[in-house]
């Protein structure tokens, strides 16, 4: 019987190498599938400063590795501080971001997502965040769709300057359960 079972773990220094491999490949597929418009065309580990910037990450703690059969199929980012590209008031005070959240786009990857973006929401319940807030391309209906099914409400899009070119994105929030009670809030559109 095959294993299926995704680890969960905090990233060390010694797994950078293999989050820029990932982040390479999944990037290699976006351009594969024709949707190079999303993250551009340079890998991630040739972009000047990010490899630091996924150093930088590692050694604070918000990054969430998966890993089935001891290879990293996947990652996430997440943590209580809105970048500083997401127009201000768009996010409650308080809530826990999704920077990135990426899987391997064969079939290790397959529950991935899910399984770190439930990773991501447990956070922010162990941190009592009012919400969970991410941003994506807004030209991807696939990406919208699977936000949609998650609770992650679209509240506003933006404009990014990104090597040279516009991006737009989307920013979605989750609310989650309001204290002990446990009666969810409801989702506010914009």
Not at 18 to 28: A, H, K, R, W
Not at 70 to 92: D, H, I, Q
Request: net charge neutral.
């Amino acid at each position: 019987m095959p294993d299926h079972r995704i680890d969960l773990r905090q990233a060390t220094a010694d797994d950078i190498p293999d989050l820029l491999v990932l982040m390479d490949s999944v990037l290699e597929w976006l351009v594969a599938c024709g949707r190079p418009q999303q993250w551009g065309t340079v890998p991630f580990s040739r972009i000047p400063g990010f490899p630091d910037r996924v150093s930088d990450w590692v050694a604070q703690g918000v990054i969430t590795l998966a890993e089935r059969k001891g290879k990293c199929v996947g990652f996430l980012a997440a943590a209580p501080v809105v970048p500083p590209r997401v127009p201000a008031g768009l996010v409650p005070e308080g809530s826990m971001f999704v920077h990135t959240v990426m899987s391997d786009r064969g079939p290790d990857g397959r529950g991935v997502g899910s399984a770190l973006m439930n990773e991501a929401e447990s956070r922010a319940r162990t941190q009592n965040a009012p919400a969970l807030a991410l941003d994506h391309w807004a030209g991807s209906a696939e990406l919208a769709r699977i936000y949609d099914q998650r609770g992650y409400v679209k509240v506003a899009e933006y404009d990014e300057e990104q090597g040279g070119r516009s991006v737009r994105n989307a920013v979605r929030v989750h609310r989650l359960s309001s204290g002990p009670t446990g009666r969810a809030l409801r989702s506010e559109s914009g």
